[in-house]
């Protein structure tokens, strides 16, 4: 047998295993084979299990939530702005929240998730301000007061904070002073941008799977074992709910408050992990703009946000005040359906993840990785509204605009009927 000096180091930290390889040992088919079957039980038990079981409990429990939603009033009714024919249930941030925290429970049994316990405490009660705003109506001053105290709570709690800028214009850690009100503005900032993509079908919740598809990739591969399960917890619980409202009609069901501003608080909550000096993707990937990675996963809510805020403060009037000025309502003005919109917005966000991805690959320092990203966000965003916003309609591309929206409507197709009624028996 050959002498290869491995070393195999396992600690648990936070609910997180990881297996250093160093020096001292021999290699043997016996440790091999426990290498093996290591790595197979951490993908498994905590990452396809927490997946599917939450995704199996949401579809278990959305029935429920729905008869309940109804039987009380709990209903989005038509209105001037609302895009739906007909009264639609809001509690389908309870039926996600559902899948997340019984599914971290039953994780817990088989993968030490007790770590989650900050961040399951920060959703619950995003979960509950959501609830009473869309029973009572809250006003914006009391939703963001409540929300920066819970920014402040996890920062607090799991000692984690956006205090570095690893390597961004050649700044790295920051000072408290400043790290912690740009923690709590950026906090603030991506709960609201997802509250505020909250416009048509499948849009909040398809995005959020991406972002956490993406981001659980990176924690993955960085080996940060808790911020995977809750990547994978959210986008398991995400899905059911979101082929209920795409496809379904008796079954459908709108996130509402609820779900928008508990994904905010799991969206930051990631950032806030990815960011932090401590921070394992930023250790594992040494080259990689961590700073410009989560504004590309987060592109097109930050910048389209920033975009409509900016334009209703210019007119005189709240940043809060709604409108329909987003990048969705142009989809949905050329003529694109819900889905088409959906699927546009999030692939022009997946698109930005790609170029950011792409000149990380190349090389390019943490600077030129941001300055890219933000460049494509407000070409994206800025650019492409008032671009087509300006555009004749017998031009070119908004006829090509007009085509894809035509063929956006599958809605009458007999492949989305099927799920249709799929989804509806559930």
Known sequence: MRKCNIMITTFRNHGEIIWRIGVFSYLCPLIKIIMENISWYIWVFGGIVPFLLSMVLVFAVHPFVVKIATSRGLTDNPGERKLQQRPVPVLGGVAVFFGIVVGAGVTSMFFNSHALFTS??????????????????????????????????????????????????????????????????SGLGIINAINMIDGVDGLASGFCVMACGVFGIAFWLSYDGTMAVLAALTAGSLIPFFFHNVFGKESKMFIGDAGSLMMGMIMTIFVMHILDN???????????????????????????????????????????????????????????????????????????VLCWLASFQLGASPTVQLLVVIGLGFLTTT????????????????????????????????????????????
């Open 120 to 185: 399951i405490v920060a959703i619950t009660v995003m979960m509950y301000i959501g609830v009473l705003d869309d029973m009572l109506g809250l006003s914006p001053n009391l939703r963001l007061v409540l929300e920066l105290g819970f920014v402040a709570f996890v920062a607090w709690m799991d000692q984690v904070n956006i205090n570095d800028l690893h390597g961004v214009f050649g700044i790295g850690m920051l000072p408290v002073y400043l790290s912690a009100p740009l923690c709590i503005i």
């Open 278 to 352: 401590g921070s394992r993707v930023s250790y594992s990937f040494p080259n990689m703009g961590v700073v410009a990675f989560t504004l590309s996963v987060l592109s097109v809510p930050v910048f389209d946000t920033l975009r409509v805020m900016t334009g209703r403060i210019i007119k005189g009037v709240s940043p809060f005040h709604a409108d329909r000025s987003h990048l969705h309502h142009l989809f949905l003005e050329i003529g694109f359906s819900h889905i088409g919109t959906s699927v546009a917005v999030i692939s022009i966000d997946f698109f930005t």
């Open 383 to 426: 650019g492409f509204y008032y671009v087509v916003r300006r555009l004749r309609h017998e031009q070119l591309l908004y006829r090509c605009l007009r085509w894809l929206a035509q063929k956006s409507h599958v809605e009458v197709g007999p492949m989305f009927q099927t799920i249709r009624k799929l989804m509806d028996r559930m």
